[in-house]
């Protein structure tokens, strides 16, 4: 089976701050890993995504995540947050091996930036 | 480009009335098509996925069905709807193969049963 935390329900931080959403996964072999971003009454909107190769992989609207196999996390992060990025984040897993699909969504951070 | 509709938007609808949502993705063929629901704003719950016309697969008993009558058209649908049902309905596609595994979402439908 295939799971995702996220260990916070809320991350403030003040605009112009560096941030970081946590996420960490549990599957068997190797993972794909998503970061996806919800705005209120909207659907998901894909930010970034790690397959294969490089462990930072860049993403949209200056967003970033590091894949660390050692720990099974891939946080989310940017060096300097905007208020416009307050929004609602998932994190997302599937394993590369399992013949399912459909991708295990963590259960959402909410960041907020404060001006 | 490719595109997903889902409609509608908003819907209010009574106890033990029936339910049918829409969803179609433009610009794509044989995609992978998926349903999900949303409570209280926070985590998604996957409720059906298709890797094809007539295949479903099911992943949380309950009264709700999809089906897939065209390549990239996934309908939800109920025949007695519960409280219980209400909810952000989600509509995602993915395409197909192996190594493409990005899941783009639809605007959603959010349905309230009273």
């Known amino acids: 089976a295939q799971s995702v935390a996220q260990p916070e329900d809320q991350v403030n931080v003040a605009e112009g701050n560096p941030l970081t959403v946590k996420c960490t996964y549990s599957v068997s072999g190797n993972p794909y890993l998503f970061w996806y971003v919800q705005y209120p009454n909207r659907g998901l909107q894909f930010l970034l995504k790690y397959i294969t190769g490089d462990n930072l992989v860049k993403g949209s609207y200056g967003f970033e995540a590091e894949f660390n196999k050692s720990q099974t996390s891939f946080h989310l992060k940017k060096p300097s947050a905007l208020v416009s990025d307050s929004a609602l984040y998932f994190c997302?897993?599937?394993?590369?091996?399992?013949?399912?699909?459909?991708?295990?969504f963590g259960s959402g951070t909410r960041l907020q930036v404060q001006p | 480009s490719q595109t997903i509709h889902q409609w509608p938007a908003t819907l209010v609808q009574p106890v033990g009335s029936p339910l049918s949502l829409e969803c179609t993705v433009e610009g794509t063929s044989n995609p992978n098509l998926y349903w999900y629901r949303q409570a209280a704003g926070r985590g998604l719950q996957l409720l059906f996925y298709?890797?094809?016309?007539?295949?479903i697969s099911s992943e949380v008993p309950q009264n709700l069905s999809a089906s897939r009558p065209q390549d990239r058209q996934f309908i939800l649908s109920s025949k007695k709807l519960l409280l219980s049902d209400s909810g952000f309905y989600l509509c995602?596609?993915?395409?197909?193969?192996?190594?493409?595994?990005?899941?783009?979402f639809g605007p959603g439908t959010r349905l309230l049963v009273l």
């Open positions: 995602a596609w993915s395409p197909s193969g192996t190594g493409r595994e990005t899941q783009y």
């Open positions: 298709s890797v094809g016309i007539g295949q």
């Open positions: 997302a897993v599937r394993g590369v091996d399992t013949g399912r699909r459909a991708l295990t």
